[in-house]
């Protein structure tokens, strides 16, 4: 496995990225693995390794960047109230969707570049925060990212302008909405609308409630993790790869 940590250029700024791909037998399909709210840490790296052992050139940004170089948080960052908490979510609240599109407009173009990653569809998927961008980089670039998928991912029904569930109808690629049974960020009314309106939207995929589950069930680090959820969301993401990447 070769793994490097470079600084993309974005519009606005270096965006520290964890890249890391198989050694032997490329080109492979690029894969944005787009981060939880708690931000960059050892299991996300962890977690890029695993997914591109499957045969994926998987790159992982730091999408708090533009806040500065200290936005990776201890591991107090998950208690809530606590100084590191409060210093994540003081960036947290402030993100939104479109620059977030630009890094992966940027992400994209850097793959694109690379001996190591083929050329052809993207993937993109994330986890909390970041469900919300997987599925808008399928609608905002719907001839490169063929593949999204969302795990438990936050408010993807709302008043915003940006709100996910308005531009599913745009995407031409698959996607995959993985929802916990538990969730105070998606409750299940939210996940029955969202059903509803992705249905009506045509687009191609599945919603799916991973029953007795909470939010973070994929994270072995987090009091929720849930072993089987946890696998058959590796199951569910690799084959959605395999089907629309290769």
């Given at each position: 496995?070769?793994e490097?940590?470079?600084?993309?250029?974005?519009?606005?700024?270096?965006?520290?990225?964890f890249?890391c791909?198989?050694?032997?037998?490329?080109p492979?399909?690029p894969?944005?693995l787009?981060?939880?709210?708690?931000?960059i840490?050892?299991?996300?790296?962890d977690?890029?390794?695993?997914?591109?052992?499957?045969?994926?050139y998987?790159?992982?940004?730091?999408?708090?960047?533009?806040?500065?170089?200290?936005?990776?948080?201890?591991?107090d960052?998950?208690?809530?109230g606590?100084?590191e908490?409060?210093?994540?979510?003081?960036?947290?609240?402030?993100?939104?969707?479109?620059?977030?599109?630009d890094?992966?407009?940027?992400?994209?173009?850097?793959?694109?570049?690379?001996?190591?990653?083929?050329?052809?569809?993207?993937?993109?998927?994330g986890?909390?925060?970041s469900?919300?961008?997987?599925?808008?980089?399928?609608?905002?670039?719907?001839?490169?990212?063929?593949?999204?998928?969302?795990?438990?991912?936050?408010?993807?029904v709302?008043?915003?302008?940006?709100?996910p569930?308005?531009?599913?109808?745009?995407?031409?690629g698959?996607?995959?909405?993985s929802?916990a049974?538990?969730?105070?960020?998606a409750?299940?009314?939210?996940?029955?609308?969202?059903?509803a309106?992705?249905?009506?939207?045509?687009?191609?995929?599945e919603?799916?409630?991973?029953p007795?589950?909470?939010?973070?069930?994929?994270?072995?680090q987090?009091?929720?993790?849930?072993?089987?959820?946890?696998?058959r969301?590796?199951?569910r993401?690799?084959?959605?790869?395999?089907?629309?990447l290769?």
């Amino acid at each position: 496995m070769l793994e490097q940590t470079l600084d993309l250029a974005t519009k606005d700024g270096a965006m520290e990225t964890f890249i890391c791909h198989p050694e032997r037998g490329g080109p492979y399909p690029p894969v944005l693995l787009l981060m939880d709210a708690p931000g960059i840490r050892e299991a996300l790296y962890d977690m890029a390794r695993r997914l591109a052992t499957s045969g994926y050139y998987v790159m992982l940004p730091n999408l708090y960047y533009r806040a500065g170089r200290d936005t990776k948080y201890g591991p107090d960052v998950l208690k809530h109230g606590s100084e590191e908490h409060q210093r994540m979510r003081a960036v947290r609240t402030k993100m939104t969707i479109r620059p977030v599109m630009d890094d992966v407009a940027a992400m994209i173009a850097f793959a694109d570049r690379q001996a190591a990653a083929r050329k052809g569809p993207v993937g993109a998927h994330g986890y909390c925060m970041s469900g919300p961008y997987a599925l808008a980089a399928a609608a905002r670039y719907p001839d490169r990212v063929l593949a999204a998928a969302s795990f438990y991912g936050t408010w993807l029904v709302s008043d915003a302008v940006e709100s996910p569930h308005l531009t599913l109808g745009k995407a031409k690629g698959e996607l995959y909405i993985s929802c916990a049974e538990h969730d105070e960020l998606a409750p299940p009314e939210m996940v029955k609308e969202l059903k509803a309106l992705f249905d009506k939207s045509g687009a191609a995929g599945e919603l799916e409630v991973h029953p007795g589950v909470h939010h973070g069930f994929a994270f072995p680090q987090r009091w929720c993790y849930d072993k089987p959820a946890a696998e058959r969301h590796w199951e569910r993401l690799i084959a959605l790869y395999r089907r629309r990447l290769g």
